[in-house]
């Protein structure tokens, strides 16, 4: 199933997603932080555990780098650590020696504190290279994820969640997730093993000392907790916003025609303001926060520097302990609570990763409400006899499109569809095409129902060109190519020749090399339609299907089209959804649809000779011609 032009909306709104699956997937994007609350702390344990899975399968590979990693990391953390223990040496054995004549301890303990220097730089450098390469590499494997993903998932899913917001997880999230890892990841684990061993050390060092330096570590504690709670909720605020403001821009450069039209650049301008203001308040806030929570815990560090200052004074007074020994202490507790500005820097870039993390985890669990059978049949060559067997189909539980429908095309069979808007008519093709699974009953192509076949081989039997037709930048060539790459220049220009579209091609500046640039605008509505047209008829599928693909075509286009329609549509079957009854001249058999059902059914002779709809549609449009 190839699709040739944009997305063609349906009769009716998209199915929304169930309130008890609202915390699956995306469908969290459209929750408040309070609804998020509200659905309980289930929902965001299970949000977490999906990011943390997604975060396992993504460090699954790099598993050999994370263990180097961890290595020099650890080698490197040793070195730094030795340094206070070689200070307290020097002023308790070096300098005393010294003063007797023997020089040796000052050199030794002076080599050791290079020495130590030097393997902290060297090992913190081959750590800093080989943790970015695997988190470049894993940013790479996601960024992929992401797009494939998106991709694979069905027609309803894109109609219900806006490429703004896919490019805000492609862009904005990604982005977040970058930072974190190449800015944040070194200061995580230096830090962490730093307080781990100076902790360990200075319990070692003097027990009632260490503990009244790590008695600091529950106020502490308890203000991460704060700024956890506190963090993690304007986060989730400040990835919706950002999503918001991106899936306005989009909206408004996609439609800037429109925008121009009917001067509507002041009221864009004003919802950009107000979701800009928005992003910008989210923003603030984990600045306030981060604001209280960083000096905090710098205050309590030096409070407990002050606090072991005093009391080892004062048991150094008492000899309890040696001046080195005090020495290395408050050496080791400043570069304890040194590192702890850098934890919490961290922290608030973890805290907003890992809210961008929960909106990734989100789209890549989303399944395709459309999706590929485990056990595909093997298809045959297809002839492309359609048949609906007791067919019921809507966008949404409530709202019927299409209440029972049971219809049989043969092979090679023309069919025109016609009816008011909202009949039925484009959903009739998208669940020929499978865009949609019907809701009861069955789509069958050749006897094999469609959810049976393989996506690779329903995409070469239903081709469907439709009214806004989608090219791609690049070479006419290379879009005219696009439902059959293996093509070649001759098979390319053949199409073109074969639909009318040749002549006008071959005056571009560049021929068939020309590079109809960004959604086909160096060409006219009619020009691109012409080029979907040679598409379709190089793919050469069983079933091809036009829903309103002659509607931008002028008049002459128009009956230029037609006349190269008889070819294409020669020998396949072809189903066209047409409001121009021109259109519909070429058809062996035309349906007239109301509210999801077939009213009429004949040939163009037999149902204009009729009192029914389609005779009143043909006297309607044969009188706005005069």
């Not at 995409?459 to 791609?472: K, N, Y």
């Not at 190089?538 to 002028?554: C, G, K, Q």
Request: charged share 20%; proline share 4%; hydrophobic share 45%.
């Amino acid at each position: 199933m190839t699709t040739l032009s944009g997305a063609d909306p349906g009769a009716s709104a998209p199915v929304d997603t169930a309130p008890e699956d609202t915390w699956r997937g995306v469908a969290t994007e459209e929750l408040s932080e309070s609804e998020l609350s509200g659905l309980g702390s289930e929902v965001g344990a299970r949000m977490r555990a999906r990011s943390r899975r997604l975060l396992r399968s993504l460090l699954r590979p790099q598993r050999r780098r994370v263990v180097l990693a961890a290595v020099l990391v650890v080698v490197s953390e040793l070195a730094f650590l030795a340094g206070p223990l070689i200070v307290a040496y020097a002023i308790d054995t070096a300098v005393p020696a010294l003063a007797r004549g023997d020089g040796r301890p000052l050199v030794l303990s002076t080599i050791g504190y290079l020495a130590a220097g030097v393997l902290n730089a060297v090992t913190k450098a081959g750590f800093v290279r080989v943790s970015a390469r695997a988190a470049q590499a894993v940013l790479l494997d996601l960024r992929g994820r992401v797009f494939d993903h998106s991709q694979a998932l069905s027609l309803s899913f894109h109609e219900r969640y806006t490429s703004g917001r896919v490019i805000s997880r492609m862009t904005s999230d990604l982005d977040t997730l970058n930072e974190l890892t190449s800015e944040g990841l070194d200061g995580l684990i230096s830090g962490v093993l730093t307080v781990l061993g100076i902790s360990v050390t200075l319990l070692v060092l003097d027990l009632p000392l260490g503990l009244i330096a790590l008695a600091s570590f529950l106020p502490i504690a308890l203000l991460t907790r704060w700024f956890q709670r506190r963090s993690r909720s304007i986060y989730r605020r400040t990835r919706t916003a950002i999503a918001a403001l991106i899936v306005q821009f989009t909206e408004t450069m996609n439609g800037l025609r429109a925008v121009l039209s009917f001067r509507r650049e002041q009221r864009n301008l004003e919802i950009f303001r107000r979701s800009n203001a928005e992003n910008c308040e989210a923003n603030g806030d984990g600045l306030v926060v981060l604001a209280h929570y960083a000096p905090s815990v710098r205050m309590v560090g030096n409070l407990s520097l002050a606090a072991v200052m005093v009391v080892g004074a004062v048991q150094v007074v008492h000899g309890s302990v040696e001046i080195g020994v005090l020495a290395a202490f408050l050496l080791y507790v400043r570069r304890m609570y040194d590192p702890l500005d850098e934890l919490a820097m961290f922290y608030n870039a973890y805290q907003s990763a890992g809210a961008a993390l929960e909106k990734l985890s989100g789209l890549l669990e989303e399944v395709p409400s459309v999706p590929e059978p485990t056990d595909p049949v093997p298809a045959p060559e297809l002839r492309g006899r359609v048949t609906f067997e007791a067919v019921e189909f809507g966008y949404h539980p409530s709202v019927p499109v299409l209440p029972r429908l049971d219809l049989e095309i043969q092979a090679g069979q023309t069919v025109a569809v016609v009816g008011a808007t909202g009949a039925g008519k484009s959903t009739l093709a998208k669940l020929v095409a499978r865009f949609y699974d019907p809701t009861a009953g069955r789509v069958l192509l050749d006897g094999i129902a469609v959810d049976r076949l393989a996506g690779a081989d329903l995409r070469r039997a239903v081709v469907m060109v439709t009214q806004e037709s989608f090219l791609f930048s690049g070479s006419v060539a290379d879009n005219i190519a696009l439902g059959r790459p293996s093509a070649t220049r001759a098979e390319i220009e053949h199409a073109a020749d074969a639909i009318g579209a040749g002549p006008f091609i071959r005056q571009l500046p560049d021929g068939f090399d020309t590079d109809v640039r960004k959604r086909g605008g160096r060409l006219s509505a009619g020009q691109r339609q012409l080029v979907a047209f040679a598409r379709a008829f190089l793919a050469d599928p069983a079933v091809l299907i036009l829903d309103e693909a002659t509607a931008s075509l002028d008049i002459p286009s128009e009956r230029a089209v037609q006349q190269a329609l008889r070819t294409v549509l020669r020998g396949r079957t072809a189903v066209i959804i047409a409001h121009r009854l021109s259109t519909v001249s070429i058809a062996d058999r035309v349906l007239v649809m109301d509210h999801g059902r077939v009213t009429e059914d004949g040939s163009p002779a037999e149902l204009v000779r009729g009192t029914g709809a389609y005779a009143r549609l043909h006297d309607a449009w044969r009188d706005s011609l005069v």
